[in-house]
């Protein structure tokens, strides 16, 4: 949906494409391997990852004591703690 608000950026993932795939007579077929050689398409679709989304909060466990610093005070977060934070709200400023 963005590439097409963005013909710009859709004709350069297109002619990615047609870099890597060869002509349309060249009869590759598209697989993993191939599209992780699409750097443009690769970032293009980070980029959309990173602007909506599709988890709501990631959960992770600390497997060590971790020490950090927020609004300018020093604390530990325990080993064992469960972390969680909200990609959707992390860029908020």
């Known amino acids: 949906m ?3 608000h963005n013909p ?3 004709e350069k993932v297109l002619e990615e494409q047609g870099k890597v795939l060869g002509s349309a007579t060249s009869n590759k ?7 992780g050689q699409m ?10 990852l990173r602007m909506y989304p599709p988890l709501i909060m ?3 466990m600390a497997m060590a004591d971790i020490e ?15 972390c969680i934070t909200s ?3 992390r860029h908020v400023p």
Request: proline content about 5%; overall charge neutral; hydrophobic content about 45%.
């Open 2 to 4: 963005f590439l097409m």
């Open 8 to 10: 710009h950026c859709l």
């Open 29 to 35: 077929s598209l697989d993993f391997d191939l599209v």
């Open 39 to 48: 750097e443009y398409l690769q970032n293009a679709i980070k980029e959309t």
């Open 58 to 60: 990631l959960m992770r």
């Open 68 to 82: 950090t610093t927020a609004e300018g005070k020093k604390f530990v977060i325990p080993k064992g703690t469960i």
């Open 87 to 89: 990609p959707g709200i």
